[in-house]
């Protein structure tokens, strides 16, 4: 990878108003029961709406009635018709059956044989908090969180591909991974934020890391789910964790009659009457393989198949996963069982017992995948955490980047007199240990230095800022950031804020002088969304001139008064969209 164009190009991404950039993850909303109209309300002047075919600017509008009809979308008021909608900032969806679902996502709505689809793009690691807010928001221990966080990261690393075709990502249902966005948590958020990038790894891939509720105290080797995949790290093992919590037993009663039309409605073809059900075959863990179903005829067929069969036309909470044993009760047979799901690889309810039992996540994690890598590439290195008394430091080669927690608390002291705020949070330091991880945690482009959400400041490497002699601009310039972001009125406009850290820097800097022709709305465009290096350095130049100018007219005091009480209109209050 080249980084011959590094500079001190530094984007700021603040986590609620400004949309993240990279197409991390496209993710379908609605997936099995997409609507066929919706209402989308913007919430106040922070969102910005497009009706598309061509494309035309539409701001924003009151709440907008979104129809399909066929192929095309219908939208009031206007009335509008064309190919999709697409709405920027933050806005509520509003499905016909559906809570609510406050968004601040680019999102995209096209239309399909009269039905809705929605596609978003969000942060990957949004993604994973939006996944255990589905699969595992009743985990308590923070630790078994943390493991699934990697569990469902790796998953979706590893199936990104299935929906290729279809123009996303990840459908938001169990086909993929359940995805619940409306009952995310902080706590969800920092679980997926603690491992950012973290994955398992097997041979140079990331590891098939099927999960499950409870697979009854024994494992399922992968055979289960595909024949193909030689993953040696999804075996039959036992797990006493799940069951120490809860046996996982159930039974459920299907009459024959049911059963026969379940097996219909599947298309699995049975005796005309079914009378009598026997496994033929286990899997090495105790699982139903093979079951032979006999009456006026005989017929053999997959377990899975037949329990997916029965949860499809009678429930999911019935015959609730292979392990189990039969019997005929005359017009009907009684399942007895352990266990919810294929067992294949993480219990959940084992991980969740092993975290309060004071495991860590990687304990968990190789207990369920024992042999697989954890960390952030193949070679599995994984992150270290050193703390400063100002700043942490989170890195892969902690004893080569140990110096950038002296450098940085010199830098934050200094950022703290020149403002006279001192800074109250404990910023982190994350240093990925090269160009491409750091692309793909961040979706930054390789030009952009470093991207700061929260008080996490992400670098790429130091080793590359050093020898781009921007390793100082650029860690004085995310802090001064975090300095002016903690005081920063609301409204703020982002022109303002990076004018301010740029005036502020000390470091040196390789932004040129300003072009005065460069408008406020245009600059707050190629601020939040710059299209390449060069309009950014642009757009930076054109802050600090901006700001250089307002501090040598009002002074600075009165300059840092309005980062706190808001930008004046005299001084150029115009908000853009
Ligand atoms: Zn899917
Ligand atoms: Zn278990």
Redesign the pocket.
């Given at each position: 990878m080249k980084r011959l164009a590094l500079l001190a190009a530094l984007v700021v991404l603040f986590a609620a108003p400004i949309a993240a950039q990279g197409p991390d993850a496209r993710v379908?909303l609605y997936?099995l029961q997409a609507p066929e109209s919706l209402r989308i309300v913007a919430h106040a002047d922070a969102a910005s709406v497009r009706l598309c075919s061509p494309c035309t600017n539409a701001g924003v509008v009151a709440p907008l009635e979104v129809k399909a009809v066929g192929n095309q979308i219908e939208a009031k008021p206007g009335p509008w018709r064309g190919d999709s909608v697409e709405v920027e900032g933050t806005y509520r969806v509003e499905v016909p059956g559906h809570a609510a679902l406050t968004l601040a996502y680019p999102i995209t709505v096209r239309a399909g044989d009269g039905r809705l689809q929605l596609t978003v793009t969000m942060p990957l690691e949004d993604y994973v908090a939006g996944v255990l807010a589905g699969e595992a928001s009743s985990f308590r221990s923070a630790e078994s969180l943390t493991a699934m966080a990697v569990a469902a990261r790796t998953y979706a690393a590893r199936f990104r591909g299935?929906?290729q075709a279809e123009g996303f990502d990840?459908?938001d249902?169990t086909?993929?991974q359940d995805l619940r966005l409306r009952a995310v948590t902080d706590r969800l958020e920092e679980a997926a934020e603690a491992t950012e990038g973290e994955l398992l790894w097997y041979d140079g891939l990331p590891a098939a890391t099927y999960y499950h509720r409870h697979c009854g105290g024994s494992t399922e080797t992968a055979r289960a789910l595909d024949p193909e995949l030689r993953a040696p790290y999804l075996r039959a093992q036992h797990d006493g964790f799940c069951t120490a919590k809860d046996p996982g037993e159930w039974q459920a009663e299907v009459t024959k009659e049911e059963l026969r039309q379940a097996l219909a409605a599947a298309g699995i073809e049975t005796p005309v009457s079914v009378q009598s059900l026997a496994i033929v075959e286990r899997t090495p863990s105790g699982r139903a393989e093979r079951l032979r179903l006999s009456g006026s005829g005989a017929a053999t067929v997959s377990a899975t198949d037949f329990r997916f069969a029965v949860g499809r036309a009678l429930g999911w909470n019935r015959i609730r996963s292979d392990l189990y044993e039969v019997r005929d009760l005359g017009d009907r047979f009684l399942f007895r069982g352990r266990g919810h799901g294929h067992g294949v690889g993480l219990c959940q309810v084992g991980a969740a017992q092993m975290g309060e039992a004071g495991k860590s996540y990687r304990e968990i994690l190789s207990f369920y995948y024992p042999g697989t890598a954890l960390g952030l590439t193949a070679q599995g290195l994984g992150w270290q955490a050193r703390a400063g008394e100002r700043v942490e430091l989170l890195s892969t080669r902690p004893t080569e980047d140990q110096s950038l927690i002296a450098l940085a608390e010199r830098l934050l002291r200094g950022a703290e007199q020149r403002t006279g705020w001192p800074l109250g949070q404990r910023p982190q330091l994350r240093v990925y240990p090269s160009v491409e991880v750091y692309r793909n945690a961040t979706g930054q482009p390789g030009w952009v230095a470093a991207s700061t959400r929260g008080q996490v400041i992400r670098l790429q490497p130091a080793r590359v800022l050093r020898e781009a002699g921007t390793l100082e601009s650029t860690v004085e310039h995310e802090l001064l950031h975090l300095v002016v972001e903690s005081r920063a009125h609301p409204r703020l406009p982002l022109w303002f804020r990076e004018g301010v850290v740029l005036y502020l820097s000390q470091a040196r800097s390789a932004v040129p002088s300003g072009d005065p022709s460069i408008g406020l709305e245009q600059l707050e465009r190629m601020l939040s969304q710059p299209r390449s290096e060069e309009e950014l350095r642009r757009a930076y130049a054109a802050a600090r001139a901006r700001v250089e100018e307002l501090v040598a007219r009002h002074g600075l005091p009165a300059v840092l008064g309005w980062v706190e009480a808001g930008l004046p209109a005299a001084a150029g209050a115009h908000r853009s969209r």
């Open positions: 379908r997936w299935r929906h990840f459908c249902t086909h993929c």
